[in-house]
């Protein structure tokens, strides 16, 4: 596990947590329908990232985007589906 901390994996995992938190948080705060609004709007970001780091950066530099958007995207997703289900049993 610590080769791969060493590798540079470090601040893709921890921006993937930190986006799975806020997002988290941001469920017991906000309604669904703005809850899903972020989500949606953080996904678009993420897969133009994706497409971005494809199409116009390439390489080595452009894998690197690719995974911090595809991290950030799973954190804002798992977040958000945690989140939902957490506070629909609070509810009943």
Do not use: E
């Not at 995207?73 to 957490?86: C, D, E, P, Q």
């Amino acid at each position: 596990m610590s080769t791969l901390m060493l590798a540079g994996w470090t601040p893709i995992l921890v921006l993937g947590i930190l986006f799975l938190m806020v997002v988290y948080f941001i469920a017991h705060k906000v309604s669904r329908k703005t809850l899903y609004s972020v989500s949606f709007i953080l996904s678009l970001i993420c897969i133009g990232l994706v497409i971005y780091s494809i199409y116009f950066v390439r390489g080595w530099d452009g894998l690197g985007y690719l995974f911090t958007a595809v991290s950030v995207l799973a954190g804002t997703w798992i977040g958000t589906l945690m989140g939902l289900l957490n506070t629909s049993k609070q509810a009943y």
